[in-house]
DNA sequence: TAAAAACTTATAAAACGAAAAAAGTTTTCA
DNA sequence: TGAAAACTTTTTTCGTTTTATAAGTTTTTA
């Protein structure tokens, strides 16, 4: 594999576990056994690094969202399978990470995150309308809200350490979350679906 | 009314309006045309003032949900009811109220902020529990993580402005949020009555 | 030639102090 | 007697300086 990519993947590994300001250039040089240099002359500043790794980061995301779409034989399933990859994701996160990201790196994060966001949101709109146009959700729901509520809502979930205090694990707090959303956008026959899909990962 | 309590509501409403910070014992007296020494024969201190009003308004939101209890015919219309009012009372709190209690009052803060929300999961909790010996919630549902989770979600929602960027009232995400987390709690008899209510609401 | 080390520079956190504002107290006066 | 004004004390804020750390650059060396 080609350097830069090796210190695109390495770096953002480091940073997603320790957080970006824990992690210096030196320590990224250290680790890949190269020399700053080197380092300095694939990427003009750490920032353009950063920048790279959440790049990289946002086109693996891309393509998995599209192998699970392809895989799944409705809505519901895609839904799931994209949400508990996105919670076992985001539990793996630094909270630093996101810390420094908006301290260090304001101007990033604010040229990065509202499209980023808004993204998400329109990903989860569109299977949204697919639902509904499967007969799967209920056609009387403002689905945009929906979307931007849900997409909130994960990302609160993440954020605070609410179920931590009560001893509830973060992957149930999201299971029930999903659970009751989903069947409060359902119609029958989306109902039905989900009642199927639960059965299945009982046994 | 005696002049301690007039204090009380008076300068709840200001603080309310304006922040705490912002809301000087000056500023009290002179807007109640008292001498600060007046104030102080009541209140040891500024804090002990604003720990009386909230205390007042913790009184007067519990007498309000007990009318609302009795008022209602079932769980999901003591919810909405319940939901509805504490969206609307949010709307009217200066976000510099909550800022300035958490900066300044962090003792007090800490002290009162647990116990309140415990109360309010609590409440929820013991509406899920009705709905579900009721026959309107489902009893397969982990009731407190949802207790929970509804708890955070409208606090997010008046914190945040997301909706104010996509041109959404609170108001209208607050209904769908409602609506579609008790779709996604009830039985067939629930949903029932949702559409009930529903249609009820809109003649 | 590229890693390692040594270096300079930029940034951020910490420490400090002065100034401002408001809490809390005392005095004045109607 | 209690409101209004004047006062002291405490707290917060703001600007400055120092210090430390890590970014970014250059030099050394294997």
Redesign the interface.
């Known amino acids: 594999m080609e350097i830069k990519q090796r210190i695109i993947e390495e770096s953002f590994q480091m940073f997603v576990r320790f957080g970006i300001r824990s992690v210096t250039m030196d320590d990224i040089a250290k680790s890949m056994g190269v020399s700053k240099k080197t380092i300095y002359e694939h990427f003009e500043h750490k920032e353009d690094l950063l920048c790279q790794c959440i790049n990289y980061h946002k086109s693996l995301q891309d393509t998995r969202i599209n192998e699970i779409k392809k895989s799944s034989e409705n809505v519901l399933e895609t839904i799931y399978k994209i949400m508990y990859e996105a919670v076992s994701n985001m539990q793996k996160v630094n909270p630093a990470f996101l810390a420094d990201l908006r301290k260090y790196h304001y101007k990033l994060c604010e040229e990065l995150m509202p499209r980023h966001e808004q993204q998400q949101v329109e990903e989860a709109l569109a299977l949204f309308e697919q639902g509904v146009a499967d007969g799967i959700f209920r056609d009387d729901?403002?689905l945009?809200?929906?979307a931007?509520?849900l997409n909130?809502?994960l990302k609160?979930?993440s954020d605070?350490n609410?179920?931590v205090a009560?001893n509830?694990s973060v992957i149930?707090?999201f299971k029930?979350?999903i659970?009751?959303?989903?069947?409060?956008?359902a119609t029958t026959k989306g109902l039905e679906i989900i009642d199927r899909i639960l059965k299945q990962n009982e046994s």
């Open positions: 729901i403002d945009k809200i929906a931007i509520v909130k809502q609160t979930m605070e609410v179920f009560e509830i149930d707090a029930t979350i659970l009751i959303f989903t069947r409060g956008m």
